[in-house]
């Protein structure tokens, strides 16, 4: 059990439709990241926030965006899903630079 | 640019047996490196977290190394069981400013009863 939970575990959304998934960071956690894991693939780094700011973003277009609360949960939103945003996303919490923990992951299936 | 590979990709061994997983980088300024676990369609476990001053890391029956300077760590698995089958991520934390984590493909381990 790390602490960190995501919601919800799965969803199903049709092509062209918005998605938000969530984040709940483990207690004293500042910094949350989100990453995409298609099948048989290892993580790919979406973006992270740090206090409440975004301090590194990977290689995804803008219709993937976040926000990080003050109680450091944190949102991810998708818009305009595309077939290929099938994935598993993972949110990971951490002190800073340190060991990273990490929730059960989202599975999304765009149809 | 960092990249990390994980071989074998694949691996069935027989209960009882050590084995060892491999993990190399490119880039060798790193802040960290972390061993995951993952179960089939499910999140990841942390395993071991090794900081770049460090060495090795133990847990139970899991050994961790790391050298820096030949990019590579090693994840040796004692006396492995049925219930260690899954597959297992390792992810480097590159220095900078932002410090993400750089994945391996992840070696799917079946151990055979």
């Known amino acids: 059990e790390t602490g960190v939970t995501q919601s919800p575990t799965h969803l199903i959304k049709t092509r062209g439709q918005q998605v938000t998934l969530r984040c709940s960071s483990q207690?004293?956690?500042?910094?949350v990241s989100w990453y995409q894991q298609a099948l048989g693939q290892g993580p790919q780094f979406i973006f992270q926030?740090?206090?409440?700011?975004?301090?590194g973003r990977g290689n995804f277009p803008p219709r993937f965006s976040g926000l990080q609360f003050p109680n450091y949960s944190s949102e991810l939103n998708v818009n305009a899903l595309e077939l290929d945003d099938s994935a598993l996303y993972l949110c990971a919490s951490s002190l800073d630079p340190t060991e990273a923990f990490f929730g059960q992951g989202t599975r999304l299936t765009v149809v | 640019k960092q990249e990390v590979t994980q071989i074998p990709a694949a691996l069935s061994v027989p209960e009882g047996e050590n084995l060892v997983l491999n993990c190399s980088f490119t880039?060798?300024?790193?802040?960290?490196l972390q061993w995951f676990r993952q179960d089939p369609g499910k999140g990841l476990t942390s395993l071991l977290l090794i900081q770049s001053s460090q060495r090795e890391q133990t847990s139970g029956r899991l050994n961790a190394s790391l050298d820096k300077s030949s990019g590579r760590s090693t994840l040796y698995i004692a006396a492995s069981q049925p219930g260690d089958s899954a597959t297992y991520l390792c992810?480097?934390?590159?220095?900078?400013?932002?410090?993400?984590?750089?994945w391996g493909a992840g070696t799917k381990l079946i151990i055979k009863p």
């Open positions: 992810a480097v934390r590159k220095m900078g400013s932002n410090y993400q984590l750089i």
């Open positions: 880039d060798s300024a790193i802040y960290n």
């Open positions: 926030y740090y206090r409440e700011e975004e301090n």
């Open positions: 207690s004293g956690h500042n910094t």
